[in-house]
Each structure stands twice: as C-alpha cells, then as structure tokens.
C-alpha cells in the first residue's frame, strides 16, 4: 500500500471516530474521550489533510463546526454563522499565527489584541429586537442550530429587556455555563437522594440547556458571560472588540472582567502563563485563552476560513481530565481510624504531574459515580487539588465488570468497620490498629506538635513494627542500644535522634496537647487548654462544664477533651510522659485582646499554621463571629488551600474582601483589614 492510500484509510477511521465524539459530545451530552483527546485526532485529521490535500472534502469534521442539530428543538438558522475557532497548542503555535496575521496585513503587526478567558461551556446566540428577547439558539452545526429561548430565558444574567439605548436588532453571542459552585451543590444534592453524580459542568450545562421542562433548566442555575456580536441593526459605530465589550455591558449583558487589551504577542503569552495559574481561583472552569484582533477594520479584512475566523485563535490550557484504566480500588486507614477509598490507577499525565492513585473520598462517592476496577475513568486533577477521579467512561465498560464493595473489615487489623450515624466515613473502632497507633505517634513527632527532628514517617513504621513503640509514652523510654545496633543508624544519628525527643521535653504543654491527637484539639486549642488551666493536673481534674467555660472553647471540644481523659488507656500514656519528665507546666495566663469584636471572619481551605479548629478559637478567643458561609454581614474571607468554590464566588459577587493567611494573622493582632 502506497503512503497515500495508508493517508486515505487513516483519514477515514478518523473521520468516523470524530463524527461519534460529535455526536455524544454535542447531542447526548455525554462525551465517549476528554476533550485533549479528541483535540488530538482533529490535530491528526487535519495533518494528514494538509499532508495530502486532494483528501480534503466539504464534509470532513475539520471544514464543519459542531454537532448536527437534533430534531427535538425547532432548528434555528443562524444570520450569521456561528464559528468556531482554531486552537494553539503552544506559544509557537501562537506566534504562527500572529506572524501569519502581519503577512495578510502587508507585514504590519497587529497593533492590539483582546486577551480572553475561553469558558468551558455551550455557545448560544442571544437575538433582541428592540430591546427585547425574542431568541436564543445553540450552536448546532454553526449554520442551523436549536431553539433554547424558554430555556435560556430562565438563565439569571441573561436580562429580558436589555438597559440603555439598544440596537433595534442585537444578537448577543456567549457562553452558557455552570458555576463550580453551583455544579458541586447539584453533585451534592444527587449524593443525598442516592442518584448517580454528573461528570462535569460543561456537560451538565449542556444537558441543561437542553432541558424539554424549561422549569428543569432554572433548577439548575445556569450562568453566562457574553463575548461577541452576531447580526446588529442600529446602534453606535463600533471600531474595536473592546468596544463591543463596553457596549455589551451598557445594555445590561454579563461580561467578564478578566479580558485584556495588549499590544504584543509577547503580552498575549503572559496573559496566558498568568491563567494557567489563576485559573484555580476561578468560580468557573475555563478551558482555554481567546484572543482576537482588536481593530473591526482588520478582523474584516483577514476574514474566515471555512471553519473559523482567522483573526482569533483559542490557545488550548493544559487539559485538567484524563482517561486511564482504574486498576484497583483500595482503603487507606487514617491516624484517626477514618477508612478513605482510593483508585489505584494505571499512571496518567494529567494538571501538570503523573498520576497513580486518586482519591474517592468516601462510600457514598463511590456508589454515586459507580466505578469499577477494569472501567476505563476519568481522572480531573486541578492545580494543587488532590487528583480525584470523576466517573466511568461507560461506553468502554468491559462486559461482566462488577460493582465494587466497601469493604467490611479494616485492612490492617482486620476489625469489622464501622459507620458511625450521619457521617459520610466509614472507620476502624480499633484504637490499638497499628495504622491508628503509627498516625498517631507521626503527629505528635511533627512540627507543631513536639517537633522532633530527625523522626519521620519511615522510622516510626520501624519502630512499631519492630515492637518498640506502641504508644507516644514510648518514644521517651526507646533503647537506643537496639537502635544502634539496626540498620540504617551510625552512631550519629543515634545521637541526634536522642537528642532531638531529649529537647522535646521542654516544648510547651500546649504543644503537647495539639500532639496527643484529640479530637478538635488543634495547636491553638492545645495552647488555650494550657494557659486556661495553668497545668495539665487542672486540666485532667476539670469537669466538662469547667472546659467550657474557657473563652474560645465550648461544650463540643470541653466533651471530647474530657473524654480523652477519662479513658484509662490515656491516662496510661500521660503517666509515661510524666515519668519521661516532660513540661506539664502552662505559660503564664495573659487577657486575649478582643481586636475581633464586632466583626465576621468566614475561611476557607486549609492554612498553614492554623487546624481548622485553631482558626474557630483564634477568632473566637478575640470576640469575632466565623459562620460557615459568606454573606452580606461578612466582614472578610480568608483563603486558605483549596478553597470551597462557593465561597469565594459569593464574596466575589458581595465585594467581600479575601484575605491570604498573613493578611489573617495580621487581622487577628491589629482587628483592622489590609490597606
Ligand atoms: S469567540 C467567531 N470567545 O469556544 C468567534 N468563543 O472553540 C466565536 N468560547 O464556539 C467564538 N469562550 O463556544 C469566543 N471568550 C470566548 C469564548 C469562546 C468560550 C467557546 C465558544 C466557541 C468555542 C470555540
């Protein structure tokens, strides 16, 4: 076989295999591959037909936009196309193409370009006369597409009756899309009735949209940013993009604020490299950066090929999804019994790293998205969140898989788990499981609590495996002779390591009742414990009531601290660090200023220096409120790691100021807000 009939074969398969993507992704809403995988068969397609251009034909999926429209919605056809847009996949790519654009333009560099964010949605065409809506359609096949007027009409950004002094005919062209916020709540919602979860926003927005109920539709809360102007009859003389953006805005539309003018491609690539970054903190997902030539004069001068305008171009983000096998699932055992389903995954690159195993949070989860060891998964790994898979591709479901069961035993010490009413994690009763026993000596050895150097994860597993440690007490008795005399350990570091748990004695009290792992008991609650009770005899001989009473403490952590203590077991241990001869002596008790009096401090995430009880008492302790959600009365939101996507969208809506964790911890000393 020649190369050219081997071109033509291929060209074929690819044709085919991109026309049912098309299909599941635009008609059933439930795409078969991610979208960089379908990027690259279009990539392949349309190599080969540059490669071999008599194999170009007028209904090849590169010369066509989109899906066909279904029969179910009354067909649309679009005044104007809507088109899509070709993509760059790197800044080589990028400069290309603004190097092509100057040789249209006799060798002149654009002068101006319109950065934008490219949103992970559905385009529609929004048409009003004289103010009015009267339509709004999706994309389809560029050229005809559906009637979604009573859907989109139940859309909240989307005005009825545009403001100001409109164009007697304006079709407004945007992106229809679902908030994360919005999509995590809907998820939520389907976990709690026991319904299976939806995969992501953009294919929920798009089944949305495409609601026959248009009262389905509201349920949903769907969004849009418009960005482009189709057909316009009237209205002011507009010379650039940007312009349209103000005009856009005049009449009411929504219109993102995170675009830019610049002048060089240079300028476009930082713009870029900027939200590859801030694209985490976004309330939505975006899949891209648009960026288009600012001067009309010149987008009509350098026109459209068949498919898309060749004065834009979309420069594809790093994919954030993924398909790979899931090869297993399995349980992880926490240091507080907490049993956590993981995937065992075949390794994929996916939001910057390679990644083996997935979370899956809990039972429930599992269930909801029904994944099977042997499915062929999606795997979303955003930023610095933990890699979690999203659900299965059933179409690739091998026949016969079955459904996988929680397991009824933990995996280490073989007790029968338990699930305790209203929580969503199961857990191992076991206190003496040894994964129990090695998470809790890990923490109290870390930083923060006792902090001994030189005492890491590898060799507290030695220790408890060899039978040396079976509790925190016994880290302050270790036979430092039979260390000596194991592999791995010269006498130096033998030496440190006694030195280091020698120092340990002294740390404050507080430290090492953050280190004894007590429930709600984070370093600042330790600390408050400490200097409330001037001892730990006092402490050990208070009732619940006493405990609570301490400012900045309450009924839940004065329970849990109290009954720690009653456990006999725990008092056990105390009884060694006693002997050991460590600090059971608080600092001495100083007023807490209330700086917070007054004043609402909602978070959100994980900080650094602070457990998520610390942050309550650190508040609380200085007379602030901090309720568990964003509103009017909020006086700041502090942003920790991971932040919950409905906060942050609700501050950013209610101009609420978000505070990073040094900006907090300012807060706390001084009450006063940043400059
Ligand atoms: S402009 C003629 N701007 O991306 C140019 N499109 O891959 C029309 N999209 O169909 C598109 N954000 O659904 C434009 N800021 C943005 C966009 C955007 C998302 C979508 C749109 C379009 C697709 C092309």
């Given at each position: 076989m020649t190369n050219h009939d081997e071109a033509a074969e291929r060209v074929q398969v690819l044709r085919d295999e991109i026309a049912q993507h098309n299909y599941a992704y635009h008609d059933a809403d439930a795409p078969l591959i991610p979208d960089s995988a379908y990027d690259k068969l279009v990539r392949e397609l349309q190599d080969l037909e540059a490669e071999h251009?008599?194999?170009?034909?007028?209904?090849s999926p590169t010369q066509l936009v989109g899906a066909t429209p279904t029969t179910s919605f009354a067909p649309v056809t679009h005044r104007q196309r809507m088109m899509s847009l070709d993509n760059a996949f790197d800044a080589d790519e990028l400069r290309e193409w603004a190097a092509k654009l100057a040789r249209s333009l006799d060798g002149q560099a654009v002068p101006a370009y319109v950065c934008e964010l490219k949103f992970d949605g559905l385009a529609v065409s929004i048409r009003y006369e004289n103010g009015e809506l009267v339509q709004a359609a999706t994309r389809g096949n560029g050229k005809v597409g559906e009637d979604v007027t009573h859907n989109v009409?139940?859309?909240?950004?989307?005005?009825?009756t545009l403001k100001g002094d409109p164009p007697a005919v304006i079709e407004v062209r945007g992106e229809v899309y679902l908030s994360l916020a919005n999509f995590e709540a809907l998820n939520a919602a389907q976990i709690e009735a026991g319904e299976k979860t939806y995969v992501n926003p953009r294919n929920t927005a798009a089944g949305a949209l495409r609601q026959k109920d248009p009262t389905v539709t509201a349920s949903r809360n769907l969004s849009f940013w418009s960005y482009q102007l189709g057909e316009v009859e009237g209205g002011p003389e507009l010379t650039t993009h940007h312009e349209t953006f103000e005009l856009l805005k005049s009449l009411g539309l929504p219109v993102n604020d995170h675009s830019r003018v610049v002048s060089t491609v240079d300028e476009v690539l930082a713009f870029i490299a900027e939200y590859e970054t801030a694209r985490h903190d976004l309330p939505y997902d975006i899949d891209g950066i648009v960026t288009k030539v600012d001067s009309l004069a010149m987008q009509n001068s350098l026109g459209f090929t068949a498919k898309a305008p060749r004065w834009a171009i979309a420069y594809k983000l790093p994919p954030e999804e993924q398909t790979t096998t899931l090869l297993d699932i399995e349980v992880s055992v926490g240091a507080g019994g907490q049993v956590t389903p993981f995937a065992r995954l075949d390794p994929v690159f996916v939001g910057g790293s390679t990644v083996g195993t997935a979370t899956l949070h809990n039972q429930d989860q599992v269930k909801a998205k029904d994944v099977r060891p042997g499915d062929t998964v999606i795997v979303r790994k955003a930023g610095d969140v933990i890699p979690e898979v999203v659900g299965p591709v059933l179409s690739e479901r091998p026949k016969g898989l079955k459904p996988w069961v929680f397991p009824t035993?933990?995996?280490?010490?073989s007790t029968k788990l338990i699930r305790p009413e209203g929580e969503a994690r199961n857990r191992c009763?076991?206190?003496?499981?040894p994964q129990q026993v090695r998470g809790r000596i890990e923490h109290f050895v870390s930083r923060g609590a006792m902090d001994i150097e030189g005492f890491g994860e590898s060799r507290v597993d030695l220790f408890v495996s060899e039978g040396m440690?079976?509790?925190?007490?016994d880290i302050y008795s270790l036979d430092f002779e039979r260390i000596g005399a194991m592999e791995g350990f010269g006498q130096t570091s033998v030496d440190n390591l006694a030195s280091a748990i020698e120092i340990s004695k002294e740390r404050p009290l507080g430290n090492m009742l953050f280190g004894l792992r007590i429930q709600h008991v984070g370093s600042t609650v330790g600390e408050t414990l400490a200097a409330g009770f001037g001892n730990l005899d006092n402490l050990m001989a208070a009732s619940v009531e006493q405990i609570a009473e301490i400012e900045g403490l309450g009924p839940i952590i004065a329970e849990s601290v109290h009954r720690w203590f009653a456990e006999p077991a725990n008092v056990a241990v105390i009884d060694k660090l006693r002997a050991a001869g460590l600090n059971l002596e608080g600092p001495e008790v100083e007023d807490v200023a209330?700086?917070?009096?007054g004043l609402v401090v909602v978070v959100s995430g994980g900080l650094e220096g602070f457990s998520r009880d610390d942050v309550q008492t650190a508040i609380k302790s200085r007379g602030g409120k901090s309720p568990g959600s964003v509103s009017k009365k909020t006086t700041a939101l502090v942003v920790g790691e991971n932040p919950g996507a409905s906060k942050l969208s609700k501050a950013e809506e209610l101009g609420i100021p978000q505070l990073d964790e040094a900006q907090f911890v300012e807060l706390l000393a001084s009450g006063k807000l940043p400059e």
């Open positions: 251009p008599d194999l170009v034909t007028a209904d009409r139940t859309i909240a950004d989307v005005p009825q035993e933990c995996p280490v010490c009763p076991n206190y003496q499981c440690l079976a509790d925190v007490g209330q700086t917070l009096e």
